[in-house]
C-alpha cells in the first residue's frame, strides 16, 4: 500500500478521537510560548494550533533508528512524533527535553500541512529540507532558551 494511502487509512480510523491518537494532553512548562514560536511565528498561522499530545517516557516503548531516542511504535516504525490528525499531533518528550530538541516543529508542519491536503510523508517538501521551516523554527525555539 502507497505511503499515502497508508496515512489516509490510518487518519480515517484515528478520526479526531483523543483516545487513539498517543500521548496525553498535559501542559508543559512555557509550551505555550513554544506553541507561539513555531505555530504563529515561524510558520505564520493565524489559525488556532493543534492539540500537543505528549508521550512520556513511560509511554514510549521503542528506539527511533534515525535519531536514537525513544519513541513510539507504529505501522511506519518507530517514531519520536506522529500526526494522525490536523487537530492533534503526539510528540515525545524525554527527562530534561527542550522542545527545539523534541519533534514538536515537525509535528506542527505535518498539521499544517494536512489542513492544506498535503500529505509529504517521505519529506520531499521545502519545509521539512535542510534550513526549511523545520529547521527554522528549532533554531527560534533555541534562541529563546526553549
Not at 499531533?89 to 509535528?107: I, K, N, P, Q
Amino acid at each position: 500500500m502507497l505511503d499515502w494511502k497508508r496515512y489516509l487509512l490510518a487518519l480515517l480510523l484515528a478520526g479526531c478521537s483523543a483516545p487513539v491518537i498517543p500521548g496525553s494532553p498535559d501542559f508543559i512548562e512555557e509550551q505555550d510560548v513554544a506553541l507561539q514560536i513555531i505555530w504563529q511565528g515561524a510558520y505564520r498561522r493565524t489559525d488556532p494550533p493543534p492539540q500537543i499530545r505528549w508521550v512520556s517516557e513511560s509511554q514510549q516503548n521503542c528506539t527511533d533508528p534515525r535519531s536514537g531516542k525513544r519513541g513510539i511504535r507504529t505501522l511506519i516504525g518507530c517514531v519520536e512524533g506522529l500526526t494522525l490528525s490536523p487537530k492533534a499531533v503526539s510528540v515525545s518528550w524525554h527527562d530534561g527535553d527542550r522542545f527545539s530538541g523534541t519533534a514538536l516543529a515537525h509535528e506542527l508542519v505535518h498539521a499544517a500541512q494536512a489542513r492544506r491536503l498535503v500529505y509529504d510523508f517521505n519529506h520531499h517538501t521545502a519545509e521539512f529540507q535542510p534550513g526549511g521551516a523545520v529547521d527554522q523554527a528549532n533554531a527560534m525555539l533555541f534562541n529563546a532558551g526553549l
